[in-house]
């Protein structure tokens, strides 16, 4: 049974960094693509950041471009999502996700199956 689990969300001023971390178990690391997504209250959910172990390819939405940073642990079947310079409009639940989306298309939500329940992520001072 594929399953993920997030952590690592909190509360944090306007400029400070948090780490998320997705524990993924079921699978291994290689067979499916694995995401970080977030939505805002009365917003869409959105792809932050995916990445395909099998090939290294990687995405990153614009706006987090250059300050967050997507990264797994293939030994802890960990992924990791580094967030610096945080701005008070990354506050959102934060969602981690696993499937085979296509190869020129990583990071679309409507192409993931499988979720984990969320992380909340707060900047605010």
């Known amino acids: 049974q594929l399953q993920l689990v997030e952590s690592g969300g909190d509360l944090v001023q306007p400029g400070g960094s948090l780490r998320l971390s997705c524990a993924f178990s079921?699978?291994?690391?290689?067979?499916?693509?694995i995401g970080w997504f977030r939505q805002a209250p009365g917003k869409p959910r959105e792809g932050v950041s995916c990445?395909?172990?099998?090939?290294?390819?990687?995405y990153y939405l614009g706006s987090v471009k250059d300050r967050f940073t997507i990264s797994r642990d293939g030994f802890k079947n960990i992924i990791y999502l580094q967030m610096n310079g945080l701005k008070p409009e990354d506050t959102a639940e934060y969602y981690c996700?696993?499937?085979?989306?296509?190869?020129?298309?990583?990071?679309?939500?409507?192409?993931?199956?499988?979720w984990g329940q969320g992380t909340q992520v707060t900047v605010s001072s």
């Open positions: 996700a696993a499937d085979t989306p296509p190869v020129n298309s990583l990071c679309v939500p409507s192409d993931y199956d499988y």
């Open positions: 079921g699978f291994t690391s290689p067979q499916y693509t």
């Open positions: 990445m395909d172990p099998a090939t290294g390819h990687t």
